[in-house]
């Protein structure tokens, strides 16, 4: 089976209210109805009724990056991505994955990340080795922030250092599984490297950098039953404890900045707050269009791999909405977010540890 009953029943019931067509990044990115959650349902009950193969639709399920702002407006409570994540199932079950997915999926297999690197700078090795020493926290990077934004790995590491936080950082860290989730959905090999992963962190808290790595430990382990041994916490949501208890001071600047919430956390998560709490204690906070909840997709550094000209697009349309409210910097908690927002050039791109350590007092 395609897709799964529930998602079939519901798709049968939709009101062509078209939120799913303005809403998705990638279908304003490309202009094309193709890539709205509405027309893709389409294309897959064609496959489902036999009147295309399977293969015709593999393409198409890639070019959705698993946002769900769709699935947030659909009217009818269908779930966009739940459908899309069975479809990239069932390709791999067939051996129909695209070339290009099956490259990265080999990445992942030789060497442990979806990008094929094998090695990080030098400037994160050393700062990772201060932190080679057990302790009750870890901090988690991630695939993204190690090998394609180092920089802000070695910032989220200088951050906690200012604010006096005992913690570990692993030299050669576990696959948290997102990007095989991303890639084949549910398959026994995400199951497997999820599971590798908890039993490798045994750590009382782990605090996820990346905000992909973040919904994977919070939400993707509870619902598979994975057990992690300590309690997961984000990033932003830890260094906003450490300014609530007091243990940090910041100094508000003149700055006046938009923030991108980054879906995993602020739709997945519902967490968007801390990142607001925190930078409004630094600078002045202006929303743009698409906030909190509702925000939209800067770039996603895995479809950049195989799409990169319309992930630039959708970086750009982001930085369109910033300068439309009249700020001239964004400030992000997402690596791949920062690093496709930083290649556009319109505007300045700064992480949330930057902004916080630059305003740390004391
Ligand atoms: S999940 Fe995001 S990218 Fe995919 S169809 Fe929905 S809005 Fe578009
Ligand atoms: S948002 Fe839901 S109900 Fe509206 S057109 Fe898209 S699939 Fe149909």
Not at 125 to 152: I, N, Q, W
Not at 334 to 340: D, F, H, L, T, W
Request: net charge negative; hydrophobic share 40%.
């Amino acid at each position: 089976m395609l897709i799964s009953n529930k998602s079939k029943e519901i798709i049968d019931s939709c009101r062509f209210c078209w939120m799913c067509r303005h809403i998705c990044p990638i279908g304003n990115a490309t202009g094309q109805e193709r890539n709205t959650a509405r027309a893709r349902a389409l294309s897959l009950s064609l496959v489902e009724r036999g009147a295309e193969p399977l293969s015709e639709a593999a393409d198409n399920v890639y070019e959705c990056a698993l946002c769900g702002a769709c699935t947030k407006e659909c009217a009818t409570g269908w779930d966009p991505v739940q459908s899309t994540r069975e479809v990239r199932l069932e390709l791999a079950m067939n051996g129909e994955t695209p070339d290009y997915i099956n490259k990265l999926l080999d990445n992942i297999e030789k060497t442990g990340n979806v990008y094929g690197k094998t090695d990080y700078s030098d400037e994160l090795k050393e700062a990772v080795r201060r932190h080679s020493a057990k302790t009750d926290t870890l901090l988690f990077l991630g695939k993204d922030a190690v090998y394609m934004a180092p920089e802000c790995a070695v910032g989220a590491i200088k951050l906690l250092e200012a604010a006096g936080v005992e913690f570990t950082v692993l030299e050669n860290e576990p696959d948290s599984g997102f990007a095989m989730n991303f890639l084949v959905g549910a398959a026994e090999e995400t199951k497997a490297a999820m599971t590798a992963c908890a039993e490798a962190l045994d750590f009382g808290t782990i605090i996820a950098y990346d905000p992909a790595d973040a919904k994977t430990f919070i939400r993707d382990y509870k619902e598979w039953d994975i057990p992690l041994k300590g309690k997961a916490v984000t990033f932003t949501a830890f260094v906003g404890e450490l300014l609530e208890k007091g243990s940090i001071k910041l100094k508000k600047g003149d700055m006046v900045c938009t923030v991108q919430d980054n879906y995993n956390l602020s739709r997945e998560l519902e967490e968007y707050l801390p990142i607001r709490n925190v930078i409004s204690s630094c600078a002045n906070v202006k929303e743009m269009l698409l906030y909190n909840k509702d925000t939209m997709l800067a770039g996603n550094l895995i479809m950049n791999e195989y799409m990169p000209e319309i992930i630039k697009t959708v970086a750009h349309d982001r930085v369109v909405n910033a300068l439309n409210v009249g700020v001239g910097v964004i400030v992000t908690e997402s690596p791949a977010e920062y690093k496709m927002l930083a290649a556009d050039g319109g505007i300045e791109v700064r992480t949330f540890e930057e902004v916080v350590s630059e305003c740390l007092q004391g």
